[in-house]
């Protein structure tokens, strides 16, 4: 402003029309009519209404082991444990019956109708016709409460037990399952236009980030050796997964492994981890390197990348097969079951997403100058993999590309040795949360 002489109004202007461009789509046109809208949407689903509508209710069930959530239908979920136990049951009693439970055809309608109305009002929407936006919302409170009147309807059939679970309750939980299903719905929608989590055949873990991963590998297992979240009768399986995939100092030292950022934690809570184990939590964390990109980040704009690398990992069946294999190796004392294996891999990559996404990209990303240090970091693992990859095709251009990588070296360094601190600080702050939380 002062540079050119402008006054507080001019910059004002300039500066709302500079946000309009970039930010609010003001250059954007939407081609696609109703009929394409409604395609695209049904396509994004991938599945009859009815079908979405028995997997979700699947995912919330506790008898399935289904992973393959967002992480803000996995907080809705929490939720299901409030209401009564009976009311609860309801939900494994849909399962299944999609045909034959008019409370399912009634869910399976919302979904049917939200694409409807999608359709019908977004090209209004796209066309900056007044009030359309509004009209959308309002359509799907209306059909909200055309769709709470008729569940309570369905009340009486239950036969519950009236104290246990009155009429109120029962519409309560109508209201749940309406919004659960709508943001499963959203998502689901979504997902066809994202680019699928890549699961890379090589480690990408360089040597200056192999301090910090085997300390998040001790700190794993040191979560595991409490278990503080899981009740004390099932704690079993966690603690003896924890004491086999642990190692004393000494052996740690003599197997060459970077044990040195362990050290530095408080003697009580140091946990050095079998070579086998640190294996494949520089897997695990290969992924998330190959995943957090600049691009994949924008794809994934609504913040659910950490989330949804977790979940690609705990669905992939190569990621399956390595874990199995840890679980029961040469070593072990006593087999794992194929359930016992699920629920060890899903609390293990529980706490590392934690780790990952509450300090690693936070940190990570505001670290350094002229750009994202997360994006440096990967090109800087990915240059070296693929000199690697050219040295045996052209030595020229591979000795020019170890160059690169020499000059990127130090950087990548720095970055590395400025997390140590914060992830000895992140972890005794998760222990602690832990330990408030012990059940």
Known sequence: MNRHGLVKAQLTRQLSNYKKKTYGNSTITLTCDSDEIKERLEIGLGMPSIELVDGILKKLSKRYNDSSFSSEFEKFSLVLDVFPAQLVEVVDLFIGLETESTCCQLLAGLIDYWIDNAAAEFPKTAARIQGSELMFQQNNDKKKGIFIRAW????????????????????????????????????????????????????????????????????????????????????????????????????????TL???????????????????????????????????????????????????IKTAILDSEVAREKFMAICNNEDTTERFSDDEAIKLMKYIMERYANMRGSYFVKHLKGTGNGGSAVDKLVRGQATRTKVITAAASSKAAAEARKEGVKRGAHNEEQVWKSVEDSVIEKSSELDMEEENADV
């Open 258 to 308: 970077p044990i040195s950022l362990v050290k530095r934690r408080k003697r009580r809570a140091q946990v050095f981890s079998t070579k086998i184990y640190f294996d494949f939590i520089s897997f695990v964390e290969s992924v998330y390197l190959d995943n957090l990109t600049l691009d994949m980040m924008m794809a994934y704009a609504d913040g659910d990348i950490i989330h949804a």
């Open 152 to 255: 309570v309807e369905e009340y009486e059939s239950f036969n519950f037990d009236v104290e246990a679970v009155p009429e109120k309750t029962f519409r309560y939980f109508g209201v749940y399952l309406h919004n659960l299903i709508h943001i499963e719905w959203a998502y689901s929608a979504m997902e066809c236009d994202k680019p699928s989590i890549s699961i890379p055949d090589e480690s990408l873990v360089g040597k200056y980030s192999q301090n910090t991963i085997y300390y998040v590998a001790g700190w794993t297992l040191f979560s595991l050796s409490r278990a503080l979240t899981i009740g004390q009768a099932d704690r079993g399986i966690y603690h003896r997964f924890a004491l086999e995939h642990s190692l004393e100092e000494q052996e740690a030292t003599e197997q």
